[in-house]
């Protein structure tokens, strides 16, 4: 008997794994690191939002698999507050991207314009 279940999948362990790896990765690149180009980390910011975007769209469709399927653990986990677990890694991942891109644009400001004062 073959086991149909969404949670031995490929796509719910790869969302999972890097969901939780690159952010990681990422940000103890950047508290390692002692100076940092404005391109690379913007480049961060666009990573980690485009991660977001890509978690987004994967638990979508593993949620749409899980459907599919007969597995009582499939539904134990997509059809109740797992799922929103599941979402708040994308909106982790972004908030962080979102708070990079800010931080790169608001010292390219401060180092452009000498009208800026600081407070």
Same mark, same amino acid.
């Given at each position: 008997?073959?086991?149909?279940?969404?949670?031995?999948?490929?796509?719910? !362990?790869?969302?999972? &794994?890097?969901?939780?790896?690159?952010?990681?990765? /990422?940000? !103890? %690149?950047? &508290?390692?690191?002692?100076?940092?180009?404005?391109?690379?980390? /913007?480049?961060?910011?666009?990573?980690?939002?485009?991660?977001?975007?890509?978690?987004?769209?994967?638990?979508?469709?593993?949620?749409?698999?899980?459907?599919?399927?007969?597995?009582?653990?499939?539904?134990?986990?997509?059809?109740?507050?797992?799922?929103?677990?599941?979402?708040? &890694?994308?909106?982790?991942?972004?908030?962080?991207?979102?708070? &990079?891109?800010?931080?790169?644009?608001?010292? %390219?400001?401060?180092?452009?314009?000498?009208?800026?004062?600081?407070?």
């Amino acid at each position: 008997m073959l086991i149909e279940s969404v949670l031995i999948k490929y796509e719910f !362990w790869a969302l999972v &794994l890097t969901s939780l790896t690159l952010p990681v990765v /990422i940000i !103890w %690149h950047l &508290l390692r690191t002692i100076r940092i180009s404005r391109t690379v980390l /913007i480049a961060y910011a666009c990573m980690l939002i485009a991660l977001a975007g890509l978690d987004v769209v994967v638990i979508t469709f593993v949620a749409n698999l899980a459907k599919a399927t007969k597995g009582i653990a499939d539904d134990q986990v997509f059809r109740s507050e797992y799922t929103l677990a599941l979402y708040l &890694l994308p909106l982790i991942s972004a908030g962080v991207g979102i708070n &990079l891109l800010s931080f790169a644009i608001t010292q %390219h400001l401060k180092v452009q314009s000498p009208l800026v004062e600081e407070s």
